[in-house]
């Protein structure tokens, strides 16, 4: 059973890694309950494995497993220490890879049902964040979905860009209840 978080205790982690590393954090707060929850609702039991890149804290992963996802079937890719070390204690049975998402076809067989990324994409450079995408896509089984979400009104990705990994996104919903709010989009391969 995960350990429960204080909501204080997750508010100062973020606070000190924001100013110690501000680029990685790349946000003001950490995600909200309702934005997790977006995040997670495309997914369930029927998923199978699970791979979420950047999680922070932890707040979209409490919300993966309970979607009835069991820790076995849950992968993390966290790059902060400081955080991985937090989830590695909260979510007991959860496997967790302190490397940047773009390494997860080294790591993870291509079985994967779903990415959930919280990763500040649009933060990074374009060539970063098709690298991450990709990785995604090589992980998931041909009909895997990747969520993401962004806090302007653009895709993850342009047009070509998605173009050029032959994928397409939808967007979903649009979380006012976070801080900034946040557009949730998932990502598919084209043909599907």
């Known amino acids: 059973m995960p350990r429960k978080p204080s909501m204080f205790s997750d508010l100062t982690l973020f606070l000190k890694q924001a100013v110690l590393q501000p680029k990685q954090t790349s946000s003001l707060a950490p995600s909200s309950r309702a934005l997790a929850q977006a995040m997670a609702a495309p997914i369930g039991p029927q998923t ?17 497993l309970e979607r009835n996802i069991v820790p076995q079937n849950l992968t993390l890719f966290e790059m902060n220490p400081a955080f991985a070390e937090a989830l590695h204690s909260r979510y007991p049975g959860v496997a967790i890879h302190t490397t940047g998402a773009q390494n997860a076809p080294d790591l993870i067989p291509a079985n994967v049902g779903a990415v959930i990324s919280g990763l500040p994409l649009l933060s990074m450079p374009r060539e970063l964040r098709r690298d991450i995408v990709a990785a995604a896509f090589n992980i998931l089984r041909p009909d895997g979905i990747m969520v993401q979400f962004t806090y302007g009104q653009n895709a993850p990705l342009t047009d070509d860009g998605l173009a050029a990994l032959g994928l397409r996104a939808e967007k979903t919903t649009k979380i006012w209840g976070n801080f900034p709010p946040a557009q949730v989009y998932i990502l598919r391969r084209a043909g599907i």
């Open 48 to 64: 199978g494995p699970v791979v979420e890149f950047g999680p922070g804290t932890g707040t979209i992963t409490k919300a993966i």
